[in-house]
């Protein structure tokens, strides 16, 4: 693993080393002098704002819903020197606002404007407030726009630097050591990236590339979603890379991003994706976004990660699959599965996150039964079920992780919200039979494509496909301390959890 990385899913594959991790102290450089007008003196001072997530109550901010983010970044050839950028946020104004907190630490502040005009700015604890000219009021369309630097050095996530450039790294709470916005997954919205780079360097980010104009001894590479995103999804490499173009399903478009000198060696990796969309298509339906890849960092990283639209592996991992696919080929559908469940159907709160990891492990659990390890879906799920009281000892139950102690977002990334959650799909299967369950798996990501959704609704949609309330079901897999008998395995029994 990179120091410098936050949070990484500790993936329990030989492949993937496990991450240990500490949560750093907040890094973040005071603001530069401004020319903008001072708030008024009888204001309470800047504070801390969030919307109140029960995991992460400071996370994400209240009062605005982001509707697009505009990121300018520019990089002059080396990774141990911030870049300067310019992040312009449109937002709908939900509530009344004599402030705008956003989140942003570890960069320096130029200067912000609201609607054109200049506002003043201040920091508390990781937040950005901006307190523009006149209050904002619900239903108006702001655009605020932040001249700052975006620094890649130290820890704490965000940028993950590289042998010759950077990616990033978000999850789970990192986009904002990056660029000022709105980071919590429940304020989704679409990106545009404008990346300038030495014109030796290839830039890649989320989405659709729409232009590539070269000045000079530079380039600048243009990029946009097509579909919204939450921050910690957000990426831009920047490295010396090849993009090797490829078709998948329907026409879907690949592009695949490795390192310049493992152009040869990835595509026999690669080249697996369009039977891997393919096999996810015939499970929950079409590939839900505007393309997709494989991102390989030349870094040694011990983690993969959902971006979307690019899921990025670090470089040794690539190889390692080269050589022996049946060990690691579940990992890359895993990341895949994520693009429908995480990426377009995204958690509303944190303790939805079981949702997220749940189903990627079970699709790579299922992918690695049919096609390399016949049976091992039920052993693998019969090893969860041992395992699985002594996770809900250690974290919690799947949908009710415990807040994890000092506020570190990365030890929610636990074995309950992997296996331990798989398990909780695998009962529910066991339930209402295969085929009410990949029923209600298309449903769910056809009736939630491209918002957020939580427990809740997962709950409601299941006893809607199986015809009566799976509440009573579902709740003691949820949130139960213990985990209840498995439908159809009288046998199997749950150890002891550790005194």
């Known amino acids: 693993m990179l120091r410098s990385v936050r949070r990484r899913r500790p993936v329990r594959h030989a492949l993937l080393a496990a991450v240990v991790l500490a949560v750093p102290a907040t890094l973040a450089a005071a603001p530069a002098a401004s020319t903008a007008p001072a708030a008024p003196a009888d ?19 209240p009062g605005y819903d982001v509707l697009g983010y505009d990121i300018a970044l520019t990089y002059r050839g080396r990774n141990d020197v911030p870049l300067t950028a310019r992040t312009e946020i449109t937002a709908r104004v939900t509530d009344r606002l004599s402030r705008v907190n956003l989140d942003f630490t570890h960069g320096t502040v130029r200067d912000v404007t609201v609607n054109g005009r200049p506002a003043a700015h201040a920091r508390a604890g990781e937040d950005l407030v901006v307190t523009p000219a006149r209050a904002l ?20 996530g965000g940028w993950v630097r590289t042998r010759d450039g950077l990616a990033m790294a978000n999850q789970a709470d990192a986009a904002h050591r990056v660029f000022p916005g709105n980071d919590h997954p429940a304020d989704k919205a679409r990106f545009t990236f404008r990346v300038t780079a030495p014109e030796d360097l290839t830039v890649v980010a989320n989405g659709l590339r729409l232009g590539r104009e070269r000045g000079g001894a530079r380039t600048t590479w243009t990029y946009r979603t097509a579909h919204p995103m939450a921050t910690e999804l957000a990426q831009v490499s920047i490295g010396r890379s090849a993009v090797l173009y ?53 870094a040694p990283m011990g983690f993969a990660l959902e971006t979307q639209t690019l899921s990025l592996f670090g470089r040794d991992f690539l190889r390692a699959v080269a050589r022996n696919p049946e060990r690691g080929e579940g990992v890359l559908v895993h990341e895949l599965a ?75 990334f636990r074995p309950v919200v992997y296996d331990g959650s798989a398990l909780v799909l695998y009962a529910l299967r066991q339930e209402i039979g295969a085929a009410a369950f990949a029923e209600l798996e298309r449903a769910w990501v056809t009736r939630h494509r491209d918002g957020t959704a939580g427990t809740a609704d997962f709950v409601a949609l299941a006893s809607e496909v199986a015809g009566r309330d799976l509440e009573g079901f579902l709740h003691p897999w949820l949130y139960g301390e213990r985990t209840p008998p498995m439908p159809g395995h009288p046998r199997w029994q749950a150890a002891e959890p550790a005194r």
Not at 43 to 61: E, S, T, V
Not at 258 to 285: C, F, K, L, Q
Not at 362 to 379: I, N, V
């Open 338 to 412: 994520h693009q429908w469940f995480g990426n377009s159907v995204t958690p509303r709160r944190w303790s939805d996150l079981w949702l997220n990891e749940g189903h990627a492990t079970w699709y790579e659990a299922l992918f690695t039964d049919e096609r390399h390890d016949p049976g091992s879906l039920e052993r693998r799920m019969r090893r969860a079920y041992e395992q699985s009281d002594r996770w809900r000892a250690d974290g919690g139950p799947p949908a009710a992780p415990r807040k994890p102690a000092g506020g570190g977002q990365l030890e929610l």
């Open 137 to 156: 009021h619900p239903g108006e369309r702001v655009r605020i726009a932040v001249r700052h630097t975006s620094d890649p050095r130290g820890t704490g």
């Open 43 to 61: 204001r309470p001072p800047p504070r801390p704002a969030g919307i109140g997530d029960p995991l992460f109550p400071h996370l994400g901010n």
């Open 246 to 298: 490829d078709t998948g399903p329907h026409g879907l478009p690949l592009r695949h991003v490795v390192p310049e000198r493992d152009r040869r060696a990835a595509r026999a990796v690669v080249d697996r994706t369009p039977a891997h969309i393919a096999w996810m298509e015939r499970r929950v339906g079409r590939y839900p976004l505007a393309t997709y890849g494989v991102l390989s960092v030349d």
